[in-house]
């Protein structure tokens, strides 16, 4: 589906929007590729990396989600659309809440009506565990964003531009993440955690890549796409990190919860499960998929719930090393 096209991502000089780009070079498919990113030295690190330079395939964009004019623009030819923008540090949300409402939420309505105006086929946007029955703002944006982009088919007509989500957890090693700090930590023989028994849903970068473009070529539109994917507590992901380290408890900073969920129980009515995924359906009753077959699956009973805490799949501290430790190897390469 990909072949002899043109891709944008938006945030792409970001962990997901580089590898993203690279997957897309290895495949040889696209045609172009286009970066719209906000910050030039940022593109310029990349066009002068050694994975990137001398590519002639990828286009620099410097613009922002929050100017549409810029975003139609960049859109101009774009078959599809992978979006990867956002502002998402919890801390920094709660404290900012005008900036990522602006970026999360307002960019989310441009990236829809510049991809409509454009022409373009498929937009697939990618979400986050933290906008299920979210308790701080950077989940709530990211739940509206969600919202904004489903009820984009709507209006997109029949034979216009399809929008999904993609959800999943934390990225493992992503920019803000817990285990850089830990490693950081490590080195002072003291890591410092919210609570030992804290969940979290946990994917490679790798992983996230390769199940948002599975996505986009799936997608009918309407869809949230959500992985099954490990789980793991901070208090075993500590061990893993440090084992001799000392452990100082902080407790919960503003806006965090102590396990997080990808399908609620609100939703399940409306979930089909495959072997590797759950699709959560439109709950609008007019919805329909074009006349096209549902995707198949197993309805999800009522009351279900994809926690992290009732995860079957949660690892076990050797096997966090072994994340850890590909992590590490990855950061060395």
């Known amino acids: 589906m990909l072949e002899g096209k043109t891709i944008l991502i938006t945030g792409g000089t970001g962990s997901f929007g580089k590898r993203c780009c690279l997957e897309l070079i290895k495949s040889g498919t696209p045609t172009k590729i286009i970066i719209l990113s906000r910050d030039e030295l940022k593109q310029y690190d990349m066009a002068n990396s050694p994975e990137f330079q001398g590519l002639k395939n990828i286009r620099y964009f410097i613009g922002d989600v929050r100017d549409k004019e810029r975003l139609a623009r960049a859109m101009t030819d774009v078959d599809y659309v992978i ?110 955690i919210t609570k030992a028994e804290m969940t979290r849903f946990v994917i490679t970068l790798g992983a996230g890549v390769h199940f948002a473009l599975r996505s986009l070529v799936d997608m009918l539109g309407g869809e949230i796409f959500i992985p099954k994917i490990p ?39 409306q979930t089909t499960e495959q072997e590797d995924r759950f699709i959560i359906h439109p709950a609008q009753p007019y919805w329909h998929y074009e006349g096209k077959i549902l995707h198949s699956g197993k309805q999800c009973p009522e009351g279900f719930s994809y926690s992290s805490e009732t995860n079957p799949d949660q690892l076990n501290i050797e096997q966090i090393q072994d994340l850890v430790s590909r992590y590490q190897k990855q950061t060395i390469d």
């Open 83 to 192: 979006h990867a923008a956002a502002l998402k540090q919890v801390p920094a949300a709660e404290y900012n809440p005008h900036e990522f409402i602006k970026t999360n939420i307002n960019g989310a309505m441009n990236v829809v009506d510049a991809a409509i105006a454009s022409g373009v086929k498929k937009v697939v946007a990618l979400s986050t565990d933290k906008a299920v029955n979210p308790i701080n703002l950077y989940g709530a944006t990211k739940l509206c964003s969600d919202k904004v982009f489903i009820s984009a088919n709507n209006y997109s007509g029949k034979k216009g531009t399809r929008f999904s989500v993609v959800r999943y957890g934390n990225v493992i090693g992503s920019r803000g993440s817990v285990i850089p700090l830990f490693l950081k930590q490590r080195e002072t023989g003291t890591l410092t």
């Open 231 to 269: 789980s793991c507590s901070l208090g075993d992901l500590a061990k893993a990190v440090a084992p001799d380290a000392k452990i100082k408890i902080i407790g919960l900073r503003p806006g965090e919860k102590l396990h997080e969920a990808m399908v609620p129980e609100d939703e399940a009515t």
